[in-house]
């Protein structure tokens, strides 16, 4: 919205310069937007690398010296999937809360 404000700002004052002068928390706010985005891009960008190797941070950061192949990378498409599609966590078989109920002596 503030590019859009400064193009506006632009047809009235005839430069880009003059139009940022005009309204220079437009220009704040982009300059924050672009690095706000730029990190949450690369942490992004970042972690997607971890899934599709199949790693932690700190496996990633601990062996990139040791050279060592990761026995877990089952190829990317594979890590992406054991990720994002799996089934969610089964029930509990035992309740616990009937195991409390019969050791206090409240369920015959």
């Known amino acids: 919205m503030s590019a859009l404000y400064i193009k506006f700002l632009k047809d009235d004052h005839g430069t880009v310069w003059r139009a940022m002068k005009a309204s220079p928390a437009s220009v704040i706010l982009m300059f924050?937007?672009?690095?706000?985005?730029?990190?949450?891009?690369?942490?992004?960008?970042?972690?997607?690398?971890l899934i599709g190797s199949n790693q932690t941070?700190?496996?990633?950061?601990?062996?990139?010296?040791?050279?060592?192949?990761?026995?877990?990378?089952?190829?990317?498409?594979?890590?992406?999937?054991d990720v994002?599609?799996?089934?969610?966590?089964?029930?509990r078989k035992i309740s616990v809360h009937s195991c409390k109920k019969r050791r206090l002596g409240l369920q015959p």
């Open 84 to 91: 994002f599609c799996t089934r969610p966590i089964l029930q």
């Open 32 to 49: 924050y937007c672009f690095v706000a985005q730029w990190f949450v891009g690369g942490l992004t960008g970042f972690h997607s690398y």
């Open 57 to 81: 941070t700190y496996e990633n950061f601990r062996y990139r010296a040791d050279n060592r192949r990761n026995i877990f990378d089952n190829g990317c498409f594979s890590n992406f999937a």
